[in-house]
């Protein structure tokens, strides 16, 4: 004997969606990481720190430069520098909520593509690092490769 009024209602699931790719383990460019320590090899009291997807590069415990999770690079520059790196090349002012943040600056892929290009953008950082008090960083020495 077959009761209707138990039958499960039928659903109505929407169409699935395709599965978007998966590209990294890390959300930053992992070999730009890499060029970036070859860079800075040498340098004395580096240390690195995952931070907001991005992988960062600490010169006496302040913010040099990093490997970002939205791609290219963020470099920290003298404020005064900003306006005059944004107007002579295709770095731009990196915004936070909606506020431009002087001293901070968005660098795309393209233009850190050969290890020159790369190196103008890592020095620009650490030389502004360099030039700020030690500041004391809970952020382990990073480990030889």
Same mark, same amino acid.
């Given at each position: 004997?077959?009761?209707? @009024?138990?039958?499960? +209602?039928?659903?109505?699931?929407?169409?699935?969606r395709?599965?978007? +790719? @998966? $590209? $990294?383990?890390? &959300? @930053?460019?992992?070999?730009?990481?890499?060029?970036?320590?070859?860079?800075? &090899?040498?340098? +004395? $009291?580096?240390?690195? !720190?995952?931070?907001?997807?991005?992988? &960062?590069?600490?010169? #006496? #415990?302040? *913010?040099?430069?990093?490997?970002?999770?939205?791609?290219?690079?963020?470099?920290?520059?003298?404020?005064?520098?900003?306006e !005059?790196?944004?107007?002579?090349?295709? &770095?731009?002012?990196?915004?936070?909520?909606? %506020?431009p943040?002087?001293?901070?600056?968005?660098?795309?892929?393209?233009?850190? #593509?050969? %290890? !020159?290009? *790369?190196?103008?953008?890592?020095? *620009? #950082?650490?030389? @502004?690092?360099?030039?700020? +008090?030690?500041?004391?960083?809970?952020?382990?020495?990073?480990s030889?490769?």
């Open positions: 004997m077959w009761l209707g @009024y138990l039958q499960p +209602p039928k659903l109505s699931l929407p169409a699935a395709p599965l978007l +790719p @998966y $590209h $990294h383990a890390m &959300a @930053y460019d992992e070999q730009l990481a890499e060029r970036i320590r070859e860079l800075l &090899a040498d340098e +004395p $009291h580096l240390t690195e !720190r995952k931070m907001f997807g991005d992988l &960062a590069f600490l010169v #006496g #415990g302040n *913010l040099a430069v990093s490997a970002s999770g939205r791609g290219g690079l963020m470099v920290r520059v003298h404020p005064a520098q900003s !005059r790196l944004v107007a002579m090349t295709k &770095a731009q002012v990196v915004e936070m909520r909606g %506020r943040m002087r001293g901070w600056l968005r660098v795309g892929d393209e233009d850190v #593509g050969t %290890r !020159r290009q *790369l190196a103008k953008w890592v020095e *620009l #950082g650490t030389t @502004y690092a360099r030039s700020l +008090p030690v500041r004391q960083t809970s952020a382990k020495r990073r030889p490769s």
